[in-house]
């Protein structure tokens, strides 16, 4: 999962990204977590919790793991069947009522020697756990890190989110919301649907000028 050529989709553009290497863009903000999903050998118990905010692209590294590897979701946490990977998505919100449920899964994957991915928005010593067993479980699981964008990152972000609504965001454009947007995964796609409403409401070309004005209304929102 690496070259610069390649592309990350924000989750928030409601639909799944492609399950392939050349849709998601390694970069130092991701290169680690990327490398660790890659060597599941290397996972300790068997068990990974690929943890990020919002947007960060752990749906789209967990869909490209369970394509290259023939895994499957966990849905309602049942086992699937077959022998690859499982994938449980979303793990630190299941909730009390789920943690049993995750502990039988996690204690069968075990026994049939397959591996396990979670994801979360934070690693499992902060999920309010009840259950000894499960804790534990989770306690020993690796856990991998998407940390926030870099700016590589985000510049492809706001070119790509851009694109997908047939806009074109010049060079300075983003450069200038670069130094001044949040820097946060989720937060191209708000800056790119913000500009585009004012583009066409305002009747007015995506400028730094327009850039600038957007920024200070979101800041305000």
């Not at 070259?3 to 998601?24: E, K, Y």
């Not at 039988?104 to 591996?115: E, I, K, P, V």
């Not at 690796?142 to 926030?148: E, K, M, Q, S």
């Not at 730094?208 to 305000?220: E, P």
């Amino acid at each position: 999962m690496s070259g610069q050529g390649g592309a990350q989709l924000v989750l928030s553009l409601g639909h799944r990204p492609a399950a392939d290497r050349r849709s998601f863009l390694v970069t130092d903000a991701n290169r680690l977590a990327v490398e660790t999903l890659d060597s599941p050998h290397a996972w300790a118990g068997g068990r990974l919790v690929l943890t990020g905010g919002e947007g960060a692209g752990k749906s789209h590294l967990a869909a490209i793991f369970l394509a290259e590897r023939g895994g499957a979701e966990a849905r309602d946490l049942v086992l699937p069947d077959g022998a690859g990977p499982v994938l449980v998505e979303d793990a630190d919100r299941l909730g009390t009522e789920a943690e049993r449920p995750l502990l039988h899964l996690l204690n069968a994957a075990a026994d049939g020697g397959r591996s396990v991915l979670l994801t979360a928005r934070t690693p499992p010593a902060r999920w309010p756990v009840a259950l000894p067993d499960l804790a534990s479980r989770l306690a020993a699981s690796a856990v991998a890190r998407i940390g926030p964008p870099d700016d590589a990152l985000l510049s492809w972000l706001l070119v790509k989110v851009a694109a997908d609504r047939q806009l074109a965001l010049g060079p300075r454009v983003v450069e200038h919301l670069l130094k001044r947007m949040d820097r946060s995964h989720a937060a191209p796609g708000r800056v790119v649907a913000a500009l585009d409403e004012a583009s066409l409401s305002e009747r007015r070309a995506i400028t730094t000028a327009l850039a600038t004005a957007v920024l200070a209304r979101l800041a305000r929102e």
